[in-house]
């Protein structure tokens, strides 16, 4: 495990932390994903699929606000890692979130786990 | 040995000859003759090297170096650097490669560095370069290590041209995925910003019409800053930049910056740019660039052609990507525009429509009073002329209808609501509907499928695709027959209509389905069509996720197959209902009726009214009785009826009057001449039996007139209607009967035959038309009072109603139908129900009163009708409202000044289109009293005497309770009133509720500014944290949504009442929002599903220059 490093802390709301692990990478995120923020998330997943990680957890456990053009993003993500060969999992036990992911039915296509370790287990293992 | 040094160095060219002119005595090396064996090699091995090289030798490592290495990196400190001490000849940058010497010395082993960055100052400033070197010892004649060699490559070039090349390569990515030439720039500029190595600031500007710049973007600096003002004006004298020469697509470079503004920024260095290199942005096919970019120049690298290309191709994408935005905004806005002419297109036919039925109904009444009137008969001539003028005339009103409905095809996404249901079943009811017409024709009409299951369908547009189909196919169809399968096929539904008609051409059958496209030269029953049925069925079954196709052989017929998907996950799923669907198909069929209407009227060659469903008012079924001598007739009441009501049959008076002692019958529906015992002898004996005498009778007659329907009535006939009648007008009398039953036999237990018992009736009929006070409104109180006139003997037409509106807004309504008895009640009922169905769609008052006037003219073509709508908002604290022939209701204000809310508009029916919402403020305490003509009207007094005289009355008791105030007015005015009083005081209070606004702004941190603006407000009105939580994400999808989709200026309410908060965005386009389909990986259009799904109502309503979208949560 190589050690985490942030990323743009105090930019717009919104910050991730990258860290690889041995079949996919994990990004932590803190603060606000919506119209602001959405596109710079999106680059930066897109960033890490191209230069060949296209397994990511993204991990919703902290301090996260979503709304719909967030999940706007988190779609294009999930939809760019499958072409690629990859998968985007969640990582999330936030109530508030959970519900938003349900009510668009996103829980449908995207896996969601309690948190990032119990998905690297369950989807990332070997 | 043969050879001198001395000679060895004049053959070295150039650098040897420089170096016989060295003092060499001077230096710790010596008479160059003199030098040791190693020292002399080595020094010829450097001077013939074409790689470049410089060696030291000796206690201060003097300085020798090759032409090659004098040329690439020594520049200007050649020749002095020659017999110098290697420390003094880079003393600039002997703190990096110092201890590398010392390494290489010590250890006796080379060192190699690549591209190390090291400032030179060689050509007359401090210069960025780049070295890959290697240090390597030298051994004197003894074996120890005396000196330094070192080869070395300078790679400043490939460095900083990659460096450019990477910025430039993902300027290219990055920038033309912008959609607005303001992102286009400033994702550019972002871009720049990392690359602060070559450009440590950027500001990028834009020329308006007028050659005035306008900065757009910048990297590295704050905008506003000296060297980056927000705007250059193209008359400025003495502008910042020289946006003349810009502006004519001039390059410029400008010197000396770094003097020129203070706190120039630096980006990657310590010292800022000394020069800016201005670029235009070139416009394809203008002569005036788009803008152009001032880029600060690291000023460690020389100006030179190779930043000017790298400046150049910046300006390119730049100019792309400006280009490619610009064009998307075009685009955007060209099908912005598309949606608005569709839209207009859409009203303009919906108003054509409206305004056509007007005139239709008006030259329609009178020709159908022609053709019945008994007592001015046409002779057959001018009968048959005006038999002609009703037949089309009714069928150009059906057509009208049709195109009304396909005006309101846009509006059926929102309304659909999608229901499991057993479409086989269903279809084959809707089918069943065409049954005798198809027999009459001759033809056979056969419904078969496999299809098992369950299928998500909104009913009524199924109803519509399978009448449109079927009446499609009849048309067409003279032998043979229509047969109708609905089979399962892998994961869809497939309905198919096959026919045996005349088929269609080949080159007609890829327009089939488009709007108001007709078969041309085909046979058919009617030339009636407006060639909307069938575009009708493809759009309703692109609602459903489906699509439509046809097949056809000419001569052999046609099939038509829709199919549609199983499952819900292609459907809104706020749309989706999981109750299974148990109402009857002609129930739901809605104004599909018409369709099969004017498919009976191919073969009568009549029209008709219009035959429309309407809902059973609920309860047990009841019995009818239809008694008549003709068949025909007999078989279509009973038809009309079956689908709500137990219906029997009986040919005469006689076997009417067995079956009704047979068994028990709750409405009798008679024609009056038949053999045997005709109408009124059947009414006159059921009068004289105890138990028969309450069963309602209504009277079916030929005889139209004042005359026919008094003999009727006297006669002790419950109704009377006049043949030909519409469908409607029937279901509706037998409605109110049944209703009427319903009453007598709660309320009416002990006196049946009495005055007072029908009293109770009319009192409990208008009672149950009237709204309880049903839903708790913060803001206003209101009392409201209702007294059937002194006759007593019959109900009214006066109501009033209050509707919540929702965000603080509340409907109040007062009206009046003019005349009595059940006919009057009945249609005060359909209107009200109107009102609210109009309200509730937050159409402002004014245009309720519009489309209320086409309600009245078919339910009350003769009637007349008046009616006061106004909606009350708790924000503004006004009230906007539109009188269509009603009294002035009456607004007493907290200081006893009172105004009247004027008629703007003749009574409802009229085809007035011109009425127009006024608005009132109605502060505190203000109090607003609408009531009926009961209260005022006297006869032999004048009406505006008693109007001063109600005023006055209400100014003086302004501060009474106002539950108190109805009977107080009462007992004041209408002590004597014969007439129905109908009468509701609304009073103005404080809502106690707490209002914050915030103005959004344009840009994209609006939205979390907005989040944080709400959360803080909602904290500090102790809102509990999990409403906070939804009204945050409200907030963000309301603004988003407002942001993307509306124009500007977009604004903010919050508002909070007693257990409620609500959300407003108002915006300045009208367009109203609409929730999207979304499938699983749509990137957009959830927002307002969640919305939906979160909001325990939401909804938008026109203002004046654009819309409000709005959301409540209770807490």
Known sequence: MSPASPDHPEQEGLSFEVSFEDNACVIRVTGDIDIMTAERLRSRLLELADAGHVNQVLSLEGDVFLDSAGLGA????????????????????????????????????????????????REFAG | ????????????????????????????LGEPDDWPASLRSTVQLVLSSKFSMWMGWGPELTFFCNDAYRRD?????????????????????????????????????????????????????????????????????????????????????????????????????????????????????????????SLPWVAAYLFDADHNATLAGTAGIEPGHQAAPLRIGADDPEPVWPIGELARGEHVTIDGIDRRFDDLPTGAWAVPPEKAVLVPLPRPLHATPYGFLVLGANRHRPVDQTFFDFAELIAGHFAAAITDATAMEQEKERSEALARLDQ??????????????????LLLGPAEDALTDERHPLDDAQRKRVEVIARNGNRMLGLVNTLLDFSRLDTLHDESTFQPTDLLRYTSELASMFESAVERAGLRLTVDGTLEGEVYVDRSHWAKIVLNLLSNAFKFTFDGGVAVTVDGDGDRAVLRVTDTGGGIADSELPRLFERFHRVRGARSRSIEGSGIGLALVAQLADLHGGEVSVASRVGEGSTFTVSIPLGRDHLPPGQVVDEVARTPAAETAGRAWSILEETLSWLDGDTGGSRQAEPATGGERATVLVVDDNEDMRTYVTDLLSDRYRTLAAHDGAEALQVLQDQPIDIVITDVMMPRVDGFELLARMKQDAVLAAVPVIMLSARAGEDGMAEGLEAGADDYLVKPFAARELLARVRVQHRLLQLQRVAAEADRRTVARELAIADELQHSLLPDVEERIESLEIATFYRPGVEGTQVGGDWYDVINLGGGRIGIVIGDVMGRGVRAASVMGQIKAAVRAFARLDLTPGEVMENLDGIVQDVAPYGIVTCVYGVYDDTERTLSYANAGHLPPILVHPNGTASRLLIDGPPLGSGYLGFETRKVSVPVGAMLTLYTDGLVERRGTDLGRRLDELELALVEHRDDAVAELPDTLFELLAGEATDDVALAVVKVHSSGSAVMRLPVSGDLGAVATARRAVAAQLRSWEVPSRVVADLVLLTSELVTNALRHARGPHELRLRHVEREVVIEVSDSSPMRPRRRQVDGDAESGRGLTIVDAVADRWGSRSIADGKVVWAARRI
């Open chain 1, 74 to 121: 988190v779609v294009s993500i999930r939809r760019r890692l499958q072409v690629l060969g990859g998968a985007l999992v969640l990582a999330c036990s936030n109530e508030l979130v959970l519900r938003l992911l349900r009510l668009t039915s996103l829980d449908k296509v995207v896996a969601i786990h309690p948190t990032a370790e119990e998905a690297l287990d």
């Open chain 2, 344 to 361: 207009a297109k859409s009203d303009f036919l919906a108003n054509v429509s409206h305004e056509l039925r007007t005139p239709l109904t």
């Open chain 2, 1 to 28: 040995m043969t050879t001198s040094m001395r000679e060895t160095l004049a053959a070295g060219g150039q650098v040897g000859r420089d170096l016989l002119d060295v003092d060499w005595l001077a230096t710790p």
């Open chain 2, 73 to 197: 990196t020594l520049a200007s400190k050649y020749p002095w650097a020659l017999g110098r001490p290697a420390h003094e000849v880079w003393s600039e940058i002997w703190p990096d490669i110092g201890p590398r010497i010392e390494r290489a010395m010590s250890t006796g082993e080379s060192t190699w560095d690549e591209a190390l960055q090291l400032f030179l100052e060689r050509s007359g400033y401090v210069e960025e370069t780049y070295h890959t070197f290697s240090y390597s010892p030298l051994s004197g004649d003894d074996g120890t290590v005396q000196g330094l060699f070192c080869v070395v490559a300078e790679v400043t070039e490939q460095v900083v041209s990659e460096r450019r090349m990477s910025t430039l390569r993902d300027l290219g990515i990055r920038v033309s995925t912008a959609e607005t030439v303001a992102d286009a720039v400033q994702a550019g500029c972002d871009h720049l910003a990392s690359n602060p190595e």
